[in-house]
């Protein structure tokens, strides 16, 4: 690992962190962004339109020599040049030689990432050409000397005060933070630039193979200008915006306004083929086309998928982390989940190793992605490669592989740290305080003390009585319902037994080796992948069910994933994965479970805490609801509740708990909000942060697994026939 | 159809007015325009004496010239293509240069259209999208949906950036019915 690209990082961080404003306004425009986008989406199926997007992407990726070559073709035969450029210095070389060559001294340019990519700016500016942006949000941060912060919205990390003193310098006058009125001095001042430059310089949002043409989706009316004024116009694009015709160009249209900026469409969709008229003459048209790692990523097993993305932003305006420190710290020069996956490919995988571990694993953006592409999953990917480049840390390491790999001596030293930590616990539940180099793990939340005595060693003890069992399930326990939330168990057999089910707990079953994964140790991932289909299996049990979504998600998942090219395992794992369900979804569907657990005389006010893996990953999320009022408690929705929680195993703990922890303030405000007495949750480790941050915050919420929920529904129905 | 593409247009900040004849278009105009418009030669406008009518509501009408008095113009007038229902949005065929910058320099634009020629959504368009491809070997064609717009400022929408800060659509039937016609 570098450690002073390391420390950068990590200032980065800190100062973000300490800018309140900033994450206050990601914070009102996520909140503005999903409301429009479902508003924009109103009356259509949106599966089903990027299914078709990222099938036609799939497509063109396969063909893209083909469709290059008919782009080609088609645009050469309209009167365009057109450049094949490998890397971003071949892009940068072409264009300033041509504004060389035909004596161009400005430019003009409208909003183009390609071009950021490349650094085309500096690349003419040392040419001796100046280059004068005129998007407003890109003008704003080339005076101020910054990178976008967001790819739709390149200057949402500034505030008008800091605009209007930027444009007083340009002006020469102070002009007032009147936003309309600083639009107004853009207008103004950006446009003799149109009439002025020898060069226009666009991106382009799609190149059309069957016409030979681009497509520019724009709102400000600036590109254009740009592509009509002058001499010359330039669209820098990259390969990636290849479509094979119209229709496919005109399926993207449909979805990228909706999904970037909620808009039904941008007030301009501009289709430029070849060298049209141009003042007394005919325009001179250049479109270079930027492969600059483009294809490496498109040749990449794993990653290829991310290359479908028809840079929308909305992976960005999602996202918990983006949303806490923005994007110059969470993104190089393309942002947030797609752009630590395009920084690896287009800039350098150590330009991303801090990106990739700072993504929190919530599958917000893999929700809303219009092009369908699991970035999750690519990301983690990253971080296997990041971890075999420069190693998971050694700590960790030794962890997974010398401890975590043997069952027994893993859980040997879990049975011997809750003894250990008797100093710390004083008896309770709960740690409040560590010592020493520790105290920052309890800082902002409590932690859960290990129990006494795990389940697996209670098990045998845990009486069930089921006469005629419906179905024998093997419970799949996970590290923290095993070692820390014991009771949790028990209640889950109380519950089961209740609705006939028997349930055994194959004591061979290890960690689901998601915490390995996530830190990029593939390989201990696998060996607990083999350990645990094994033990899972060994009884052949009718379902595997689970209180752990993570847990869940690895068992359905990422076993599969590990082992699907493994002829001893592969078939194995899908039967696994087959016969694994969470609890709640066992309980809804398979054992019509709602309406068994009798009514309270005084219902409880509880609200809902989806948990990231069990909505966006199990995709569950109606079933817990449903037995929470099945079981007479009344339901209060709280805002944001699939938000992520900040829990995220390891990246609250050690990666990046700064972050978490802010994440963690979100969640408590909002469960607060609705001044329910209790939040119920389907996830050990929302439970451990949840529980953790309100306790640390005194708050009278309390926190439940809705399996203890049910569990007292039993209880109290008892005493309610003993009375 | 018709009442969706105004309530489509309305919503994205565009205005719409049903009228029966020329004169009132030149009227239109007149009302919101001080001194000259642009007009470039449009077979449809030039048919129904478009320029002739704002000429006698008072206005300067520039027909060539472009790039030096494009600054001086309040507006531009123009015929339109066709149109989307769905969204509000005007299709043209700005391929010749006048076109475009009179739909673009002046600050107030304003658009002719037969309300005959809608089509339900951007599918909808797609053929006649490559016809245009067809008929000229080049071509820019232009998709514009009310007024120019930004939210690059913290995200606060304001109108008119740089191009025009109002869309007017005047809706005249017997103007056009061939797609192919501005």
Not at chain 1, 288 to 308: I, Y
Not at chain 1, 350 to 359: G, N, S
Not at chain 1, 366 to 393: F, K, M, Q, Y
Not at chain 2, 148 to 170: K, N, W, Y
């Amino acid at each position: 690992m570098n450690k002073q690209r390391n420390r950068d990082y990590r200032n980065r961080i800190e100062k973000a962190l300490a800018t309140p404003r900033l994450q206050q306004a990601l914070h009102n425009f996520g909140d503005a962004y999903v409301v429009a986008r479902q508003n924009a989406f109103a009356g259509l199926d949106f599966e089903a339109m990027r299914t078709e997007i990222g099938t036609m992407k799939d497509r063109v990726r396969e063909n893209r020599q083909d469709l290059l070559a008919e782009f080609t073709r088609n645009a050469e035969a309209a009167g365009a040049k057109v450049f094949m450029a490998r890397t971003a210095a071949d892009a940068n070389r072409y264009i300033a030689e041509l504004a060389k060559q035909q004596g161009v001294k400005t430019v003009v340019k409208s909003k183009s990432m390609a071009s950021e990519e490349t650094h085309l700016n500096q690349a003419l500016e040392a040419a001796g050409v100046d280059s004068l942006e005129t998007d407003l949000g890109e003008w704003i941060i080339q005076l101020a000397g910054q990178r976008p912060s967001h790819m739709v919205m390149p200057a949402i990390h500034m505030f008008r005060d800091e605009v209007a003193e930027l444009f007083s310098k340009v002006t020469g006058q102070a002009e007032s933070d009147d936003i309309p009125h600083l639009v107004q001095v853009a207008r103004e001042r950006l446009r003799q630039g149109y009439f002025d430059a020898d060069m226009g310089i666009s991106g382009a949002n799609m190149a059309i193979a069957e016409t030979g043409g681009i497509a520019l989706v724009t709102n400000e009316g600036n590109a254009r200008l740009a592509t009509t004024l002058p001499k010359i116009h330039v669209a820098l694009v990259g390969l990636e915006k290849l479509v094979p015709t119209l229709e496919d160009a005109t399926n993207i249209i449909r979805v990228l306004p909706r999904n970037a900026t909620g808009q039904l469409l941008t007030s301009y969709v501009t289709w430029i083929r070849g060298a049209v008229p141009c003042g007394d003459g005919d325009k001179e048209l250049h479109i270079v086309l930027l492969d600059n790692g483009r294809s490496a990523l498109a040749e990449s097993p794993h990653c290829k998928q991310a290359l479908n993305c028809i840079k929308c932003g909305a992976c960005a305006n999602v996202c918990p982390v983006y949303q806490t420190v923005g994007g110059h710290v969470f993104g190089h020069i393309y942002i947030s989940a797609i752009g630590v996956i395009l920084t690896a490919f287009y800039h350098g995988l150590d330009k991303a190793a801090e990106l990739v571990r700072a993504c929190i694993g919530c599958r917000a953006c893999v929700a809303v992605c219009p092009s369908n592409i699991d970035l999750e999953s690519i990301i983690l990917h990253l971080r296997e490669v990041v971890g075999e480049e420069e190693g998971v840390g050694a700590g960790k390491s030794l962890v997974f592989k010398r401890i975590m790999r043997n069952r027994k001596l893993f859980h040997g030293m879990l049975r011997a740290a809750s003894l250990l930590q008797k100093p710390v616990t004083r008896g309770e539940r709960t740690i409040r305080h560590l010592p020493l180099f520790f105290s920052g793990l309890t800082e902002w939340r409590t932690l859960p003390a290990i129990a006494d005595k795990p389940l697996r060693d209670q098990w045998r003890s845990i009486p069930q009585k089921v006469d005629k069992p419906r179905y024998r399930v093997a419970f799949f326990a996970g590290c923290l319902n095993d070692f820390v939330y014991p009771e949790l168990g028990q209640d889950l057999v109380k519950v089961l037994n209740h609705l006939d089910v028997e349930v055994s707990l194959p004591l061979n079953q290890n960690c689901c080796g998601v915490p390995a994964l996530y830190s990029g140790d593939r390989e201990t991932a696998v060996a607990l992948a083999e350990q645990n289909i094994a033990a899972m299996l060994d009884e052949d049990p009718d379902f595997v069910v689970t209180t752990c979504p993570t847990c869940t998600m690895a068992l359905q998942r990422d076993f599969q994933d590990l082992l699907g090219d493994n002829p001893v395992w592969a078939e194995k794992a899908r039967q696994l994965s087959e016969r694994t369900l969470d609890v709640a979804r066992f309980i809804a569907e398979k054992l019509d479970g709602s309406n068994k657990f009798g009514v309270p005389a005084e219902p409880e006010r509880v609200t809902y805490h989806d948990s990231c893996h069990l909505k966006r990953g199990a995709g569950v999320w109606q079933q817990p609801r449903d037995l929470l009022a099945g079981s007479g408690r009344e339901l209060v929705e709280m805002q944001h509740s699939d938000r992520c929680c900040g829990f995220g195993g390891s990246y609250s703990f050690t990666s990046h708990p700064d972050i978490a922890k802010r994440i963690l303030g979100d969640k408590i405000e909002d469960i607060e909000a609705t001044t329910a007495d209790c939040v119920a949750m389907d996830c050990p480790g929302c439970m451990m942060q949840i529980r953790g941050g309100l306790e640390k915050q005194e708050k009278a919420v309390r926190v439940a697994h809705t399996i203890e929920l049910l569990a007292e529904s039993l209880a109290e129905k008892t005493d309610f026939g003993e009375r | 159809m018709l009442s969706g593409f105004i309530e489509a247009l309305q919503k994205v900040g565009g205005q719409a007015r049903e009228i029966e004849t020329v004169q009132q278009a030149a009227a239109y105009i007149a009302d919101r325009v001080k001194g000259s418009v642009l007009l470039p030669e449009q077979s449809s406008l030039d048919r129904a004496g478009l320029a002739k009518a704002l000429d006698a509501a008072g206005l300067e009408v520039i027909r060539n010239g472009w790039r030096e008095r494009s600054a001086d113009a309040e507006g531009g007038v123009t015929g339109v293509n066709f149109a989307l229902a769905d969204t509000g949005t005007l299709v043209l065929d700005s391929t010749e240069e006048a076109l475009r910058l009179t739909t673009t320099l002046p600050e107030k634009h304003f658009a002719l259209l037969d309300p005959g020629k809608l089509v339900a959504d951007s599918l909808a368009a797609v053929p006649y999208l490559r016809d245009f491809h067809a008929r000229s070997p080049r071509n820019y064609l232009a998709y514009i949906t009310g007024p120019s717009r930004t939210a690059d400022i913290e995200r606060v929408l304001t109108i008119g950036v740089h191009g025009p800060r109002e869309l007017h659509v005047l809706l005249l039937p017997g103007l056009s019915d061939d797609f192919f016609e501005i």
